[in-house]
Nanobody, 121 residues
Framework: QVQLVESGGGLVQAGGSLRLSCSVS????????MGWFRQAPGKEREFVAA????????YYTNSVKGRFTISRDDAKNTVYLQMNSLKAEDTAVYYC??????????????WGQGTQVTVSS
């Protein structure tokens, strides 16, 4: 009964910012590596960022380094993605999931509904 609920997406101009949130329930949140993934129209879902236990280690895909920041609040069972300097190519549906330690792959087979991020030029 894992539940993943993403929020915070919207329409923003290039160069703008958004903060995404992922509320997690049904698991021992602090015991999992958590991450963000995204899927653009016509493309495969791709890894964006991950954060390990208590925020000890953080990983980003190259295209978002220096612009996005992942964080987690274990007391609130929530993962965040602060997105700055947004580009049109960031347009996608963004999803959260647990991440298998040592990989960039999702842990759970079920996904939430995601949140749409649209960046206009």
């Amino acid at each position: 009964q894992v539940q993943l609920v993403e929020s915070g997406g919207g329409l923003v101009q290039a160069g703008g910012s958004l903060r995404l949130s992922c509320s997690v329930s049904g698991l021992a949140f602090s015991s999992y590596v958590m991450g963000w993934f995204r899927q653009a129209p016509g493309k495969e879902r791709e890894f964006v960022a991950a954060i390990t236990w208590s925020g000890g280690s953080i990983y980003y895909t190259n295209s978002v380094k220096g612009r996005f920041t992942i964080s987690r609040d274990d007391a609130k069972n929530t993962v965040y993605l602060q997105m700055n300097s947004l580009k049109a190519e960031d347009t996608a549906v963004y999803y959260c999931n647990a991440v298998i330690p040592g990989t960039l792959k999702s842990h759970f087979g079920s996904w939430g509904q995601g949140t749409q991020v649209t960046v206009s030029s």
